[in-house]
């Protein structure tokens, strides 16, 4: 398949031209300032409202040899090094789930552990993509990398980190151990460090650790690197299906992975590649962009109340109550209290764009869910990937998604319990340092560097 080069959009007259190694610039999506890339900014120095800065590549769409993220090399943010083999998912058409559903063009990203499919994240976790992303992205002699996570992102980073030797420090709740079972041996120059408390308070504590001399954010969904490798789910997507979806359905916490799949078809889009069939969003506002259907989790799914309310932004506690209902849902990994929904390029912006709506699936929904994917397609979901799936059967339902419409559902995990069935147990993961509950973030951070 032959498209058009990409076209960046105009550049101020004064801004940086893209290195030859880094061919691609940083844009901001409020003051429109551009930057050439040090492998490691997360935001625009101008102060304005908040933004997620964004890349703008000077090279077509010219897909590499390969299945993995770095197939895409050409709209990955790199640092024009050597990269190791990347690991990454497999798109296929979901005719018996299509089936189940009503929908005869149902389509499959499954980002997780199926080699049969030929999908080989070995976490079983999309979020091996940004890992891998992430680490190319680095300058030469990096410091070391702050992570805070669920469970997921950290178990993705443990294993890129360790096999890369990129220093890093990863901060999870302790609930998240048995998650990290899954990134295999863990190397000396990865420090895991876990609190008493939810995702949040890990935030609260790895941004206190970054603050550190020789110690720097890895930055979540700020990070380019990351929504870009994550990216690389709906490029792949796309050019299996020959066309962009009309509907992209994935399930969200932070929303990066949502975030990630609109910049990216907004990039094929500018590259001449085939949009979906000529539908029109909200106001004529998409201009052939897939409608995006986000899907949370209650008791815990502050940005469906925010959209459906029209709030500014997602009001979210810190009392008991919060954390009873962040540890009663289904899917922790979807749990993350401060989103990036109202910034500049964020989940708000990206859902009036498409035409798009965030909904909400309860508990009983989500596993029922995962237990009809497991029964018609014949593999395990994670969690996230059931709410995904749940959201998707409510819009079918109420009429949003129709029949003949072709659908992309990303299943973000997946694979796992059918390979841990087959192989011996693996023994948790054994934390350098435990954060016990009270312990503020400063004193915890001196705690983990010494200084």
Known sequence: MTSAPYVPSARPAAGPAAPADRPYLLRCPVCRESYQDDGLRLDCGAAHRPGLLSTEYATAFAPGPGSGPFRYRCWLPTAGRALPEGSGGATYRAERLGRALGLAELWVAFSGHWPERGADLATGSFKELEAQAVLARLPERPPVLVVASAGNTA?????????????????????????????????????????????????????AIAARPGHRAEGGTRNVARRDGLGTALLAAAETIGRLPDHYVQAVGSGAGAIAAHQAARRLLAAGFPAA???????????????????????????????????????????????????????????????????????????????????????AEAIAAGRLFAEVEGIDVAPAAAVALAGLRQAVAAGRIRPGETVLLHVTGGGLARHAAGHRPAAEARPDLR??????AEAAAYLVTGA
């Open 277 to 363: 069939d000529g539908r029109v969003g909200a106001d004529g506002a998409d201009g052939g962009l897939p409608r995006l259907t986000l899907c949370q989790n209650t008791p815990f799914a502050p940005m469906v109340r925010a959209w459906q309310d029209g709030l500014a932004e997602p009001v979210v506690g810190s009392g008991p109550a919060v954390r009873a209902a962040i540890a009663a849902s289904h899917a922790q990994e979807l749990t993350t209290r401060k989103p990036p929904y109202a910034v500049a390029g964020g989940v708000r912006e990206i859902l009036t764009e498409s035409g798009g709506e965030l909904r909400a699936a309860d508990t």
């Open 155 to 207: 178990s993705a980073f443990l294993r890129a980190c360790s096999q890369q030797a990129v220093e890093c420090v990863l901060v999870v709740p302790e609930t998240a151990l048995p998650v990290l079972a899954a990134a295999g041996e863990r190397a000396d120059c990865v420090r895991l460090v876990t609190v008493a408390g939810d995702y949040t308070d890990a935030i609260e504590l790895a941004d």
């Open 435 to 440: 954060i016990p509950a009270g312990l503020g």
